[in-house]
């Protein structure tokens, strides 16, 4: 039997190991910028002086999925681009989150048309959901607020919760398509402008 | 590579001062005076000339579009230098024929000038590439043949570009073409994601480029077999 006696009770802290890591995690998200509209612009001023995401622990953007947390996915993403979307999350590391920013890459937007995907949760798993069109910097601010609250409340214990998703080997997706078809149906003003009328 | 001779705004013209135009009328005016030296020249092509809002448009025949571009670009009184762009026009009447339209400049004279060619919808959409005069027209008529789907006869390399090559559902600006495409959105979603992203942007297109002789021996030959990078 080893008795370990610290000689003074300095240096010494006992906590939980989830709240340790996920305390780190939280507070050292790396962003992966994958900007391809004016949400991008925002994007930029949230990592700008005035706004300073670098205060939350994003001090640095990351240009290479290789090394990034959170990918930041801020703007439309036109079906050209979705395979080039999937594979960059497919590149980033565990742990990994995604914020699909704006109402374009949340549900397309108002580009209800045969170019654009409608909403990137069908190409890849979206952690937060930040609605704007664009989003003020304080608005994707939140979102990295509540991100950063998911992660601290996640259990090191829970493995699935690192499982690297695979998708389905005979549609490549993610969601049955049915439930993309139900989800991509027109709302709004678009139900008017479905066919072409020819 | 020889240094491109410098163009110079109205060089050609001296005496003409260019003035902002003010109470032009919606049609008619003073037409630009290259339309009635194409009427002249190319009596069998030429269909109609007018003047919209100050602006030559001439209608020719589509089958003469090379010819006609080709007397503008070469001849001395013409000296139509920058091709702006090449698209198409297509009515929601289905009576009305498809426009083909090109957007013409002269630098030296200060001259703009809009060519038209109308193509019937009973034929296929067909008209003479002006690539060999203007080499940058290779992407516009590129960008026009993937939106509307009128082929440039001609054109060295008459392939999609905005959309992808293996795209299905048709030419996207033309009026039948629904808004949100033919197939479902699952449908649309599955084949874009079956694409390769390092096939996508291939070097297949490097290799039809001028570039693929600066590439590395190495890289060249790996190509040559087939192989496309990142697989």
Redo the contacts between chains.
Sequence with gaps: MVNIVPPSQEGWITTRLDLLVNWARANSLWPMPFGTACCAIEFMASAASKFDLARFGMERMSFSPRQADVLICAGRVPFKLAPVLRRIWQQMPQPKWSISMGACASSGGMFDNYAVVQGIDTIIPVDVYVPGCPPRPEGLLYGILMLQEKVKRERLSDNRLRDEMEPDPSSKLYIPPPVIDELSEPFGNSVHQTRSGL | MSTPALVTAGSAAPDHVPVTPRNLPNRGGPANPSAERIRLRFSAAHVRTEVVWGETTVYIQPASALEVVRYLHDDDAEQYDYLADVTAVEY?D?ELPVQVVWHLRSIPYRRFLRLKAELARTAPLRVPSVWPVFKGADWLERECYDMFGILFEGHPDLRRI???EQYQ?GY?LR???????RF??????????????ET?YSMHELSIADAFEDLPAEMRQRLARGQRPGE
């Design positions: 929601r289905l905005l959309m992808w559902e996207p009026k039948d073409f629904p808004l949100r495409g479902s959105r699952s449908e649309q979603l599955r084949q874009a994601l079956a694409a390769q992203p996508r």
